[in-house]
């Protein structure tokens, strides 16, 4: 790639890397202070609100766009997160992370499932049947810094709570509640999950599923491929669309969305600082065209955001299909500069209950707690925003 660039204008490519969120906030904020530092940066798509209220990166005029290869060669959904509106757009998306669930064949067609599940009910039915002699229905990380959290904005956001509404938080809402209920259930109350998951992070989760001894992988991605292709599933597991009916319901309620998945992968920004912002935009143009981004999925396994790309991968690997599927119906977080506190206190609700769910139980009241707390944290968060 770098000796491409190199070939195509003249100029020589420099990498640098983030070690951790925080990281990645105190460099960006560094350099806008300074006015030096990366012409482009490389930004988490749930992160990119919060690089928006910085101010510090260029809002993507028509030639900006144009100067890439326009908007229409990428994936429509991914430019769901790009800015507040169409109009005031700063990221360009680069690459997908659909979570989606991956089922053993084998286990449902043994347990006379003939459909992975499309209700989160049915989904907790399906894994109580194909629960026995070793073998647990899911296989979920509960300990991992990431995962959990996705779980229950999903299924609030398909009950008609977005989490944030008209700029305020809705943390504490019955929705929350009931999706939280149903995630710990598996472990405390259904007992279809095993119950060293407590401490398991998202390779321990996969590592259980790859091994056989769990039927459902849920909050996956398509880099669990290689993996899964040399493991002991291989040829017996497929992806599907996660369900999208919340808990407790048959269909969707007024106000609830399809949430197939958090909108979830990478967005370029380039910074209002550079001075070198036309080979700045000659490299976003390179890296988001249809071969290299087809390359860049056999190397790390990330979806492309090309569409021509994404309908290439498509033909070549059908069993991918879900997966693009599920980055189509993928769903953005609420666009506030609040959002890095926000997920930070969905997450604590999860880091919190840890205790609980290793003593085999958590209360609806313990629950109730930590979610006014989440609440409390996000309305600070949101309160400090500018109108």
């Known amino acids: 790639m770098a000796a491409e660039f190199t070939k195509t204008t ?63 060669k990428f994936k429509q959904a ?55 002699k070793g073998v647990y229905g899911i296989s979920t990380d509960y300990a991992d810094p990431a995962s959990p959290y996705k779980y229950t904005w999903a299924m609030a956001a398909e009950a008609g709570n977005p989490t944030v509404k008209n700029g305020k938080a809705t943390i504490d809402s019955a929705a929350m509640k009931e999706a939280y209920q149903t995630y710990f259930g598996w472990m405390t109350k259904d007992h279809v999950v095993d119950p060293k998951a407590v401490g398991w992070n998202n390779a321990q989760a996969l590592a259980a599923f790859a091994s056989g001894k769990a039927a459902y992988l849920p909050m996956t991605t398509a880099a669990t491929k290689p993996s899964l292709d040399k493991s002991a599933v291989a040829g017996k597991y497929a992806y599907a669309v996660m369900p999208t009916i919340p808990p407790g319901k048959t269909a969707r309620p007024a106000g609830g969305v399809a949430a197939a998945s958090i909108l979830s992968g990478d967005n370029l920004v380039v910074a209002n600082y550079s001075k070198n912002q036309a080979l700045a935009f000659a490299y976003v143009k390179q890296v988001t065209a249809k071969q290299e981004q087809l390359d860049f999925y056999k190397t790390f396994g990330q979806l492309p955001t090309n569409q021509a790309a994404a309908d290439e991968l498509q033909k070549q690997e059908p069993d991918l299909t879900p997966i693009v599927r599920a980055a189509d119906e993928s769903v953005p977080t609420p666009f506030t500069g609040a959002w890095s506190d926000i997920q930070l206190a969905l997450v604590n609700i999860n880091t919190q209950s840890i205790p609980a769910l290793k003593a085999g139980s958590i209360s609806k009241a313990q629950i109730g707690q930590q979610l006014a707390i989440a609440q409390q944290s996000a309305a600070q968060a949101l309160a400090q925003q500018p109108e």
């Open 78 to 132: 991914d430019l769901g997160i790009s800015g507040p509106s169409e109009k005031d757009q700063i990221g360009i998306p680069v690459a997908s992370r659909p979570y989606v669930m991956a089922y053993n064949k084998d286990l449902l067609k043994k347990a006379g499932i003939t459909h992975p599940a499309t209700t989160w009910d049915e989904f907790t039915k399906q894994a109580k049947k194909l629960t026995g």
């Open 10 to 72: 003249g100029a020589t490519l420099k990498f640098d890397t983030y070690a951790s969120p925080a990281d990645e906030l105190t460099r960006i904020q560094t350099s806008v202070i300074s006015g030096q530092g990366p012409d482009v940066y490389s930004i988490g798509t749930t992160f990119t609100p919060t690089a928006y209220s910085l101010g510090a990166f260029v809002k993507l005029s028509a030639a900006d766009w144009k100067s890439i290869g326009g908007r229409s």
